[in-house]
């Protein structure tokens, strides 16, 4: 049996796609007991199917790590409280990131010898597979030392994630050749060559971290974002001037017809909803930021994931290899 | 007349791409003047077009910038020596990147008031524009006094290039709002709000800067890197799976010809090599650096931006902006 507390309120659709999300996930998974914080009378379809907490405060989008003081009967607040005193596996949230990772950070403590705790996405690579990059945003400084638990987090969870033996793990740089990259990078590079990392296999560019080579892309989180969010923009703007292309004529939108079923398999890889939002790793319980702009497949996959690393054992996991 | 110094050599197809490019570009051009830099007898094609100066050594691809010091008979520092002891406008390379920028700066030296030159290329956005992005990799770190060098010069980029009257000028972060950022990003923030920065518009994520709504997008030459090499990464990696997806079968095949006049858009708009390469801004003649891997199409243009930036003076204008 997996228990997950889950923060239903935040989003910027309000609450609907939390309990879209959370009606085709326990129709799909029987064996979860969920936890469902937030607005009573936004959550009716949910009564009978999970266990209700009311809460009338809401965390706004906007509010920032800061807020996690003053708002403490928010359902955000509440879901990771509830994360900390119970016997739940994981938290998943889709309102504002700076509350939520702080909430979860200061509420759910980091795993011994764990200097800092990172955003990790799964992303989607050329032949089908993902990479798994981290941090993509929890930090927005770091030093050699925080990349190098990144490191040691991010083969752990590849292993855990996509059963793997030794994953590939990169650094992200701008050029192959060891000697190239900021001061953090080269630093990082030396400790971990210094110390036989297995699986370390060097530098990697941004060019490059999408065709397949990597399993595990480590970065700091400034870095990571920029990466994550570039990465996300132009396969955004890619796939609207091909939808303009194919709106051009009779012609275009025929070939459009003929030729939907490939088109297909480029909107499947691309897909980010799939992953339904981003883990955060190196606390102790599973955590999940669902997107802000979830729908409810979306938030479904958010749950789905954190399930999935709960399943895992993920958290155990972690703290094997950082001990 | 705009002059230029080329060097023909040392790109991953040899000097073949280099004399393509010329060839067009004296066949485009009339008011021009080339000499061009290197082996003699591979540059028959072009003899009686331009002067042409034989060299007998090449700077190899993997040649650092240290290699200036030990290899000045080669055909790249003959020719940035050229351009810095003669009258011409600019001097373009494909030859390794370290090499050619630190050989541009150290012969041709900074603009008065330039602490760092920077890299720049200008950027297909969603509306078929351009956005100005620098640094995309001549530095691997930076201060925020040298970010704010590259606003001023970016802006002057945008102005001359693009013809605008004030350039939307943004700084690259991880999230819009002032607060958000790793310290370059937070203290060059404050630097151009507190100077009043003439079309500052504040910070910018990742995901929006191919939207058209930025002119110029400054950052650090390692996030730059990072930015351009994602991008270029996921537009490649998104191209090959449409592909693929065009040859699923004959159904999509069919499509194909009928919607390629569509495709053809996005490939246009994404055609990284219509600029040819990236400039580095900052120094005291117009410098071009090619793709290393170009071809004739891709060098034609490296030549052709030369032109244009020295067509509309950017240097002068550069050394009247930084003041």
Same mark, same amino acid.
């Given at each position: 049996?997996?228990?997950?507390?889950?923060?239903?309120?935040?989003?910027?659709?309000?609450?609907?796609?939390?309990? +879209?999300?959370?009606?085709?996930?326990?129709?799909?998974?029987?064996?979860?007991?969920?936890?469902?914080?937030? %607005?009573?009378?936004?959550?009716?379809?949910?009564?009978?199917?999970?266990?209700?907490?009311?809460?009338?405060?809401?965390?706004?989008?906007?509010?920032?790590?800061?807020?996690?003081?003053?708002?403490?009967?928010?359902?955000?607040?509440?879901?990771?409280?509830?994360?900390?005193?119970?016997?739940?596996?994981?938290?998943?949230?889709?309102?504002?990131?700076?509350?939520?990772?702080?909430?979860?950070?200061? =509420?759910?403590?980091?795993? +011994?010898?764990?200097?800092?705790?990172?955003?990790?996405?799964?992303?989607?690579?050329?032949?089908?597979?993902?990479?798994?990059?981290?941090?993509?945003?929890?930090?927005?400084?770091?030093?050699?030392?925080?990349?190098?638990?990144?490191?040691?987090?991010?083969?752990?969870?590849?292993?855990?994630?996509?059963?793997? +033996?030794?994953?590939?793990?990169?650094?992200?740089?701008?050029?192959?050749? +060891? %000697?190239?990259?900021?001061?953090?990078?080269?630093?990082?590079?030396?400790?971990?060559?210094?110390?036989?990392?297995?699986?370390?296999?060097?530098?990697?560019?941004?060019? =490059?971290?999408?065709?397949?080579?990597?399993?595990?892309?480590?970065?700091?989180?400034?870095?990571?974002?920029?990466?994550?969010?570039?990465?996300?923009?132009?396969?955004?703007?890619?796939?609207?001037?091909?939808?303009?292309?194919?709106?051009?004529?009779?012609?275009?939108?025929?070939?459009?017809?003929?030729?939907?079923?490939?088109?297909?398999?480029?909107?499947?890889?691309?897909? =980010?909803?799939?992953?339904?939002?981003?883990?955060?790793?190196?606390?102790?319980?599973?955590?999940?930021?669902?997107?802000?702009?979830?729908?409810? =497949?979306?938030?479904?996959?958010?749950?789905?994931?954190?399930?999935?690393?709960?399943? %895992?054992?993920?958290?155990?996991?972690?703290?094997?290899?950082? %001990?």
């Amino acid at each position: 049996m997996i228990k997950l507390a889950v923060d239903a309120m935040g989003m910027d659709k309000g609450s609907k796609a939390a309990v +879209e999300g959370i009606l085709d996930f326990l129709n799909t998974y029987k064996d979860v007991e969920l936890t469902v914080f937030g %607005k009573k009378e936004e959550l009716s379809e949910l009564e009978g199917k999970c266990t209700i907490v009311d809460c009338k405060e809401v965390m706004d989008m906007e509010d920032g790590a800061l807020a996690i003081l003053r708002k403490k009967e928010t359902s955000m607040i509440k879901a990771v409280d509830f994360a900390k005193n119970s016997d739940v596996d994981g938290v998943v949230s889709g309102g504002s990131t700076g509350a939520f990772l702080t909430a979860a950070t200061v =509420y759910l403590k980091l795993i +011994e010898g764990v200097e800092r705790a990172a955003l990790v996405s799964p992303f989607p690579t050329k032949d089908g597979g993902n990479v798994i990059i981290l941090d993509i945003g929890a930090n927005s400084e770091n030093t050699p030392e925080h990349l190098v638990g990144f490191a040691k987090m991010g083969r752990t969870f590849a292993k855990a994630y996509n059963n793997l +033996e030794t994953p590939r793990v990169y650094l992200l740089s701008n050029g192959a050749e +060891e %000697k190239k990259g900021s001061e953090l990078v080269k630093e990082t590079h030396k400790l971990l060559k210094d110390s036989n990392f297995e699986g370390f296999k060097g530098n990697i560019e941004g060019r =490059y971290v999408m065709y397949g080579d990597a399993d595990v892309v480590v970065c700091g989180g400034f870095d990571g974002n920029v990466l994550l969010k570039t990465a996300e923009g132009t396969a955004k703007v890619m796939s609207d001037m091909l939808k303009e292309g194919f709106k051009k004529n009779i012609f275009t939108k025929i070939g459009y017809l003929f030729s939907r079923s490939g088109v297909k398999i480029l909107k499947e890889r691309m897909n =980010y909803k799939k992953y339904g939002g981003a883990m955060l790793v190196g606390v102790n319980k599973v955590v999940v930021k669902a997107h802000g702009s979830s729908d409810g =497949y979306s938030f479904f996959n958010a749950l789905r994931v954190c399930y999935e690393l709960a399943s %895992k054992d993920m958290v155990n996991k972690l703290k094997e290899e950082m %001990k």
